[in-house]
């Protein structure tokens, strides 16, 4: 079977081809537009700004993909479309895409859970088996996953305000550093001292799997502000002190509650040996590191799918259509966007548009 995955609730507009089943799949193309030009004079992504563009470059997505892997939409068994969560008029322009398609072709539309995709993408890349822990760590999420089948995810704990990815990308806008700010902090932390700077490591004493991350923007702000005072300006050095201890900060916290989240799946399900992450932060490597020795110590495998299947992308979501089609759970016109869409209120009989 042949899916169409079409991706378009923030910031990347996004067109994939899957081909297999749901133990076997294989990526024919994956196509992802990004906007990051578009938003850069805003300092964040705009809603509206993005709405337009998935407008404009959605069917060339799709058309790319398509030629990408040199097949006619005559080749496809079925179109997967992200139907939340995200900004909503992203998860619009994709909805009224599929649902012409759909209703163009007579496919099959399957409305995806956003987060399901990047859930399920250690299956799509690695093969492994259900039930793994997943921390899903993004610029909009941070949560921990028992996931024990694709349409079984219990969430075990999570953010209790900001994301570690928005964390990494107030920090460069503070420093003065590039957009998005994961991958300047990360090259920027390289030759500074992580332990130059104290900054706070909130609920690492609480026994549960709940993190914080928005106090690191204000003690960051102000350990720039206590350097440019004391100094008249930053130093040669103090950006990398500064990106090195922020790194080194959320890097515990992670470590730390990944450790707790493990011992509560294993608690739940003694079968969990694998720990897999997914969402952009997981593309930084002393994160990736850290949690790789987390697993060593502890005799866990550990997955971090490639760094373009971490971030958004529409492969993750037309794997997901595959094995809602593999169980003959598709949906129909009336399928809708929806903005917020917890992953673990998704049963079977949920799983779909939430009808
Ligand atoms: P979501 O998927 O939750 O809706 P999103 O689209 O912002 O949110 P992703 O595309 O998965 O999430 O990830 C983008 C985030 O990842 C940004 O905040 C970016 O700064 C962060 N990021 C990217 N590379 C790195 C890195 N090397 N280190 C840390 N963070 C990184
Ligand atoms: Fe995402």
Known sequence: RTILGIESSCDDTAAALVRGSPTGAEILSNVVYGQTDAHAAFGGVVPEIAARAHAEKIDLAVKQCLSDAGLTIKDIDGIA?????????????????????????????????????????????????????????????????????????????????????????????????????????????????????????????????????????????????????????????????????????????LAHKTRRALAVARAKNPAVHTVAVAGGVAANSAIRAELQAICAETGTDFVAPPLALCTDNAAMIAFVGLHRLASGDIDDMSLSARPRWPLDQTSPTLLGSGK
């Open 81 to 253: 479309i992200t139907a939340g969560p995200g900004l909503i008029g992203g998860v619009l322009s994709g909805v009224m895409c599929a649902k012409g398609i759909a209703a163009a072709t007579g496919l099959p539309l399957i409305g995806v859970n956003h987060l399901a995709g990047h859930a399920l993408t250690p299956q799509l890349t690695d093969h492994i088996e259900f039930p793994y822990l997943m921390l899903l760590v993004s610029g909009g999420h941070c949560q921990f996953l028992l996931v024990e089948g694709p349409d079984r995810y219990t969430r075990l704990g999570g953010t209790i305000d900001d994301a570690p990815g928005e964390a990494f990308d107030k920090t460069a806008r503070i420093l003065g550093l590039p957009q998005p700010g994961g991958p300047s902090v990360e090259a920027t932390a390289k030759t500074g001292d992580p332990k130059a700077i104290k900054l706070p490591r909130p609920l690492l004493n609480r026994d549960d799997c709940n993190m914080s991350f928005s106090g690191l923007k204000t003690a960051i702000l102000r350990a720039r502000d206590d350097l440019v005072a004391q100094h008249g300006g930053l130093r040669i050095g103090d950006r990398a002190d500064l990106c090195a201890s922020f790194q080194a900060a959320i890097t515990d916290v």
